[in-house]
């Protein structure tokens, strides 16, 4: 029996210490936003950064909790925010420029950056770690029993920097993060009575993997693909698709069960990839270490892909903060690329639904702050039925546009709905991505989509409470990727501000497009001196 290093067992009792402080001055989300507090954003994406390095752009992800900007409309809040390099200025600028009521320099002046300077492929977190100085001036920076810290994700590293600190993190206990894997998750709902498609426990090994997929074959004759899914993968870009109906001579009731397996084996070989450039050779070799499973995919002549989003508040309840449809790409349709909210109202209650019992439980384990369930909608027969895929115990691509729609509006999520209102009692909708991504785009600065989004008016309207809001802009100059959050009156303004975005950046990216017809000066205001 392996026992626990008694530094890690004492930092995980001062950790639950400090989480339980939480509790003690927790009322609800929204006065917990509005209260006088430091707020320590770490958007540290700690996920297996050979995992991670599939994803173009990515360290440029730790934009995306910009949102957390948001909350400097309230003149008592405080925000430091760190990252690996320096933010641009201008996206700052940006970010703050948003803000209703409140004047830009008051803003900044309740806004402190830090940045370790650090582009290597590491965590922001551990980055954060190895400077001791940088730790002491975020010490300093953060007034006691008034700041807590949140995080993209939390893990070891998080819970470390937080008992340092002496800051209470607003996310989930790293050691309840097994319910956010592939396999917890079917454990999950296999608990909370959600359906979820039939596969297998979590394997270790590629003989064992090929054992697990010739059972759930028997298991389900007229199975015609399984999904592959490393136990940890990320935005789908662990999942492979392993293809059955080229193998009928092995199918149940053709072949004995260890020729069926034999030949599922060598079959790995030939597995359709979500990422472009995996390989078995990779994929294989992180079996052992990170686990996978097998799960049957479902077909359908009409499917969509749903999520719900949940929060659970320190003193264990239960609320859903939205619903969407998630908008998939790659070659099967297993990457997230974005999403529309709300979901459809066909299946939104019970998306709704489904959520609040995965909570529940997830709840009763002991976990905390921002999860989502992901679905398969299938519609064979006039009604949709609902698959759960898994579960994300972290922020994620559905996160940072509903927190900047509801901190720009001021609105509120109606569960008897499933629409958001904002004070006047408006509905609204979005279409958002992490993933606007053109070659052409390359090479622009984030000046140059300034310029465009003032001399193209392609700006969120404070008054109208609608258009777009952008992120990852430090990532279109080397990658020529973005994202935005489109925000309409109707789920087809939103799409249409959204095509808007797309059309002018088009337009403004083609060759020998002459920038020489902007104005030598925005229409509005980007940078204030």
């Known amino acids: 029996m392996q026992t626990l290093d008694p530094t890690i ?12 402080q939480l509790r003690d001055y927790w009322q609800t989300v929204d006065l917990f936003d509005v209260d006088d507090r430091d707020l320590l954003v770490i958007p540290s994406v700690s996920l297996d950064q050979r ?165 759930l074959w028997e298991r389900h004759s007229n199975l015609q693909r399984m999904v592959v899914k490393l136990n940890e993968g990320f935005s789908g870009e662990g999942n492979a698709i392993l293809d059955l109906r080229p193998l009928q001579e092995v199918a149940p009731d053709a072949a004995s069960h260890q020729a069926r397996v034999n030949t599922l084996k060598n079959q790995f070989h030939h597995l359709h990839f979500q990422s472009e450039t995996e390989t078995w050779e990779n994929f294989g070799g992180r079996v052992p270490e990170l686990g996978a499973i097998v799960e049957a995919f479902i077909e359908g002549q009409e499917k969509r892909s749903p999520s719900v989003q949940g929060y659970i508040t320190p003193k264990g309840s239960v609320e859903i903060l939205s619903t969407h449809d998630q908008i998939l790409g790659g070659r099967d349709g297993q990457i997230y690329l974005g999403c529309h909210f709300p979901a459809y109202e066909g299946y939104r209650m019970q998306l709704q639904e489904y959520g609040r019992r995965v909570g529940q439980n997830l709840a009763k384990k002991g976990a905390l702050e921002r999860f989502s369930v992901d679905f398969i909608a299938v519609n064979d027969s006039g009604s949709w039925e ?48 992490d993933n606007l991504q053109k070659d052409r785009y390359r090479g622009l600065l984030p000046q140059d989509l300034m310029d465009i989004i003032a001399h193209r008016h392609l700006h969120f309207d404070t008054g109208t409470e609608t258009g777009t809001v952008f992120h990852l802009m430090g990532s279109i100059s080397e990658f020529g990727k973005l994202g935005l959050t489109s925000i309409g009156d109707s789920l087809q303004q939103a799409e249409g501000l959204y095509n808007q975005v797309v059309n002018v950046l088009d337009e403004e990216t083609k060759p020998n497009h002459n920038s020489e017809s902007w104005p030598s000066k925005p229409s509005l205001p980007i940078r204030w001196n």
């Not at 300093?140 to 939390?154: E, F, G, H, I, T």
């Not at 470390?160 to 999950?188: C, F, M, Y």
């Not at 729609?405 to 958002?432: C, D, I, N, V, W």
């Open 9 to 20: 067992s004492l930092q995980k009792e001062q950790f639950r210490e400090l989480q339980s």
């Open 51 to 215: 995992e991670l390095v599939k994803i173009q752009g990515v360290l440029h992800y730790e934009e995306r909790l910009l949102f957390s900007l948001i909350r400097l409309r309230n003149p008592r809040t405080r925000v430091i925010y760190v990252t690996a390099q320096p933010l641009p200025p201008i996206v700052i600028d940006y970010y703050l420029q948003l803000l209703p009521g409140i004047p830009f320099s008051h803003a900044r002046d309740r806004l402190l950056l830090f940045s370790t300077y650090d582009t290597s492929r590491k965590s922001l977190s551990q980055k954060i770690l190895e400077r001791p100085r940088l730790m002491e001036r975020i010490r300093q920076a953060l007034r006691p029993d008034k700041s807590y810290m949140v995080c993209y994700n939390s893990t070891p590293w998080e819970r470390e920097i937080s008992v340092r600190l002496n800051v209470p993190l607003l996310a989930v206990d790293p050691d309840l993060l097994h319910w956010g894997t592939k396999a917890g998750s079917r454990q999950i709902f296999a608990e909370s009575g959600v359906p979820h498609p039939d596969g297998s426990p979590c394997v270790f090994s590629e003989e064992d993997l090929a054992e697990a997929a010739a059972e």
């Open 386 to 433: 609902l698959q759960a895929i898994e579960i994300n115990l972290r922020k994620g691509g559905t996160t940072h546009p509903f927190m900047t729609l509801k901190y720009l509006t001021g609105g509120r999520y109606e569960s008897s709905t499933g629409l958001f209102y904002t004070q006047q009692g408006k509905p609204k909708y979005y279409m958002a991505t």
